[in-house]
T-cell receptor, first 112, second 113 residues
């Protein structure tokens, strides 16, 4: 079983739709959870950051973490064509462990 | 002013050659990384340096050798390039290990022909 599983899609939605992206993980040491957005031929940029379980909202984006189920989600409300990108979940155990473990990424296309 | 900058952006080279990629960060971070992204977009860590000390060395062929002359710079040298080395290589930096503030460069697209 891979440490982090993410449905690679692709996912295609109309403009204005609510998008739900998900990752599951197996390593219970993960405490820090991130969503990165990566546009074509660019580096990943941090979109949302959450520590432990709970919800975090930032504008049209909401990140949810359920550590008991080892499941994280990213919701995008009122999706826009500019949201078209690959979305990568990433996780870290922190402490002396500096690496981020990524999911494979979900390619999202928002159609005008 | 770019936070994490890598050079070159594109690199096309023949099998068997040796090449280097350079990375510099101006964020004052204490840790720098090399990640490899394959053709399916999967990002995997290769190396990490914390204050010039190697702290992560994943299962990477020893043809790959990182070097960190100081906290702000991390270079990657690759010997005897192979077709399978073709990928996008990302440099990143962070302060601490919690993931917040982890910043990636724009990548070096390496193509081995």
């Amino acid at each position: 079983q891979k440490e982090v599983e993410q449905d690679p899609g692709p996912l295609s939605v109309p403009e204005g739709a609510i998008v739900s992206l998900n990752c599951t993980y197996s390593n219970s040491a993960f405490q820090y959870f991130m969503w990165y957005r990566q546009y074509s031929r660019k580096g990943p940029e941090l979109l949302m950051y959450t520590y432990s379980s709970g919800n975090k909202e930032d504008g049209r984006f909401t990140a949810q973490v359920d550590k008991s189920s080892k499941y994280i989600s990213l919701f995008i409300r009122d999706s826009q064509p500019s949201d078209s990108a690959t979305y990568l979940c990433a996780m870290s155990a922190g402490g002396s462990n500096y690496k981020l473990t990524f999911g494979k990424g979900t390619l999202l296309t928002v159609n005008p | 002013d770019t936070a994490v900058s890598q050079t070159p952006k594109y690199l096309v080279t023949q099998m068997g050659n040796d090449k280097s990629i350079k990375c510099e960060q101006n964020l004052g971070h204490d840790t720098m990384y090399w990640y490899k992204q394959d053709s399916k977009k999967f990002l995997k860590i290769m190396f990490s340096y914390n204050n010039k000390e190697l702290i992560i060395n994943e299962t990477v062929p020893n043809r790959f050798s990182p070097k960190s002359p100081d906290k702000a710079h991390l270079n990657l040298h690759i010997n005897s390039l192979e077709l399978g080395d073709s990928a996008v290589y990302f440099c990143a930096s962070s302060q601490g290990s919690e993931g917040r503030g982890y910043t990636f460069g724009s990548g070096t697209r390496l193509t081995v022909v």
